[in-house]
């Protein structure tokens, strides 16, 4: 990689001043869920779509990044909106920047675009997700929010958000409107409720410190989906916090419906590229499913390794990664969770990121020497910005035995990019 890329704190420049006057008001007429935090965010928002659309409500979410096309970050009634319409609402929304002579970052003009979506699509509510911290992303200019989210808030972007965890739960805070009730992740810190809590009352607004267990006595049938399906800690505080944020809601969307009716419809994995289970055949030769996850901080990878060393590590197994990070991550202690003795790694490179170009891959020389540094590890390999060649690898070396890709969503999305394009091949 270069050095004449810009750093992401260079491209990313927080801050309301230009979105407030690229969005025009009448394009905020619809009512909102805010979420901020560092992991989990994405998983809420796509229980509350997937909910509230089963319980007929129109409803829009707007995730960050996308996955595959610049566009499936923007859903309406959980389908991703047509290209067409994304791309002449997105060229609307240029055409004004240039108008008003804004230079809003790509950010803006993507959230400007899904606002826009929204209004016209004539949703009931939209799910937004916040992009960057809370208090100064392109998405904190909502006007009529419902319930604002803040999920497990952890250690990412401390360049932009702030070194302590006080600072970046305060910018996470930043989304509490004046009056509006507040449901946070009942297993943050200490440090993480006291900030969040103390911000929230200077606002007026109700905060619920939201527990699994707790919600769980609430709703038994809720419990039983958490016991049915095995889910993890961090899987119960997510959907937990999406319950309660319906239970918030609803009676100010549609007051005859109730969550109870909703929840036996609860999606199995709220999230693509998230503990997503796939055949990547035609891609590659492999018949066994392969388990993708965007894990891409410490906290996340934890959380993903807690995961593989509880559901995959069978009868001592090892497992093959195929991984790839961002510059700028500290490679070291994202993988150092992941890794075990016995363990095959393959490192690649992910390609350029449509509308991110300050994304880059971490070179794979960097996360060899890093994979190596783990004591007794199988096979390591890597394969730069060979993509499938590493993933043919890893099925050889695998041989039939339990695979993961992770490190970086944008790796997950260029995998999933190339199944699609294969399948499309061979059909």
Same mark, same amino acid.
Request: hydrophobic fraction near 40%.
């Given at each position: 990689?270069?050095?004449?890329?810009?750093?992401?704190?260079?491209?990313?420049?927080?801050?309301?001043?230009?979105?407030?006057? %690229?969005?025009?008001?009448?394009?905020?007429?619809?009512?909102?869920?805010?979420?901020?935090?560092?992991?989990?965010?994405?998983?809420?928002?796509?229980? %509350?779509?997937?909910?509230?659309?089963?319980?007929?409500?129109?409803?829009?979410?707007?995730?960050?990044?996308?996955?595959?096309?610049?566009? *499936?970050?923007?859903?309406? =009634?959980?389908?991703?909106?047509?290209?067409?319409? #994304?791309? $002449?609402?997105?060229?609307?929304?240029?055409?004004?920047?240039?108008?008003?002579?804004?230079?809003?970052?790509? @950010?803006? %003009?993507?959230?400007?675009?899904? @606002?826009?979506? #929204?209004?016209?699509?004539?949703?009931?509510?939209?799910?937004?997700?916040?992009?960057?911290?809370?208090?100064?992303?392109?998405?904190?200019?909502?006007?009529?929010?419902?319930?604002?989210?803040?999920?497990?808030?952890?250690?990412?972007?401390?360049?932009?958000?702030?070194?302590?965890?006080?600072?970046?739960?305060?910018?996470?805070?930043?989304?509490?409107?004046?009056?509006?009730?507040?449901?946070?992740?009942?297993?943050? %810190?200490?440090?993480?409720?006291?900030?969040?809590?103390?911000?929230?009352?200077?606002?007026?607004?109700?905060?619920? @410190?939201?527990?699994? +267990?707790?919600?769980?006595?609430? #709703?038994?049938?809720? $419990?039983?989906?958490?016991? *049915?399906? *095995?889910?993890?800690?961090?899987? $119960?505080? =997510?959907?937990?916090?999406?319950?309660?944020?319906?239970?918030?809601?609803?009676?100010?969307?549609?007051?005859?419906?109730?969550?109870?009716?909703?929840?036996? #419809?609860?999606?199995?994995?709220?999230?693509?590229?998230?503990?997503?289970?796939?055949?990547?055949?035609?891609?590659?030769?492999?018949?066994?499913?392969?388990?993708?996850?965007?894990?891409?901080?410490?906290? &996340?990878?934890?959380?993903?390794?807690?995961?593989?060393?509880?559901?995959?590590?069978?009868?001592?197994?090892?497992?093959?990664?195929?991984?790839?990070?961002? +510059?700028?991550? *500290?490679?070291?202690?994202?993988?150092?969770?992941?890794?075990?003795?016995?363990? =095959?790694?393959?490192?690649?490179?992910?390609?350029?990121?449509?509308?991110?170009?300050?994304?880059?891959?971490?070179?794979?020389? =960097?996360?060899?020497?890093?994979?190596?540094?783990? &004591?007794?590890?199988?096979?390591?390999?890597? @394969?730069?910005?060979?993509?499938?060649?590493?993933?043919?690898?890893?099925?050889?070396?695998?041989?039939?035995?339990?695979?993961?890709?992770?490190?970086?969503?944008?790796?997950? &999305?260029?995998?999933?990019?190339?199944? $699609?394009?294969?399948?499309?091949?061979?059909?």
């Amino acid at each position: 990689m270069t050095s004449t890329h810009l750093s992401s704190v260079e491209m990313i420049e927080l801050g309301l001043s230009r979105v407030t006057q %690229l969005v025009r008001k009448p394009s905020l007429n619809w009512k909102a869920v805010h979420v901020a935090g560092t992991n989990g965010k994405g998983s809420i928002t796509g229980y %509350l779509s997937a909910l509230l659309t089963a319980g007929g409500v129109r409803c829009g979410s707007f995730t960050s990044p996308h996955l595959i096309d610049r566009w *499936d970050c923007i859903t309406v =009634n959980e389908r991703v909106i047509q290209e067409p319409v #994304f791309r $002449r609402i997105e060229d609307e929304v240029k055409h004004r920047d240039q108008q008003l002579g804004l230079g809003a970052t790509e @950010f803006e %003009l993507l959230t400007a675009t899904a @606002f826009e979506v #929204f209004h016209q699509e004539q949703v009931d509510v939209g799910i937004v997700e916040v992009g960057v911290g809370g208090r100064l992303d392109a998405t904190n200019i909502l006007t009529n929010v419902l319930a604002s989210i803040i999920s497990k808030v952890g250690y990412d972007h401390q360049a932009l958000l702030g070194n302590t965890i006080e600072e970046i739960a305060k910018e996470k805070a930043g989304i509490i409107k004046p009056g509006v009730p507040c449901l946070v992740d009942g297993t943050n %810190l200490p440090e993480v409720q006291k900030v969040i809590s103390a911000h929230a009352e200077t606002l007026g607004a109700p905060t619920m @410190f939201v527990e699994a +267990q707790e919600v769980g006595r609430l #709703f038994p049938a809720l $419990r039983r989906h958490f016991e *049915d399906r *095995d889910l993890l800690p961090h899987q $119960r505080a =997510n959907l937990s916090c999406a319950i309660m944020a319906l239970q918030t809601a609803l009676p100010q969307i549609r007051p005859q419906l109730t969550v109870d009716q909703l929840l036996p #419809f609860v999606p199995k994995s709220p999230r693509a590229g998230r503990l997503q289970e796939v055949c990547l055949e035609p891609l590659i030769s492999r018949k066994e499913l392969v388990l993708l996850d965007g894990a891409h901080n410490p906290q &996340s990878a934890g959380v993903l390794a807690s995961y593989v060393n509880q559901k995959l590590r069978v009868h001592g197994q090892g497992i093959t990664w195929v991984v790839a990070a961002s +510059q700028g991550k *500290d490679t070291e202690e994202l993988f150092g969770s992941m890794f075990k003795p016995g363990d =095959n790694v393959v490192a690649v490179e992910f390609g350029p990121v449509a509308g991110m170009p300050w994304v880059q891959s971490v070179n794979t020389t =960097n996360l060899v020497t890093v994979a190596r540094s783990v &004591s007794d590890l199988g096979a390591v390999e890597g @394969f730069g910005a060979n993509v499938v060649g590493g993933l043919n690898w890893a099925s050889t070396v695998s041989a039939g035995g339990p695979m993961v890709i992770a490190g970086s969503l944008y790796l997950v &999305s260029e995998v999933l990019r190339l199944l $699609r394009e294969a399948q499309a091949a061979s059909s």
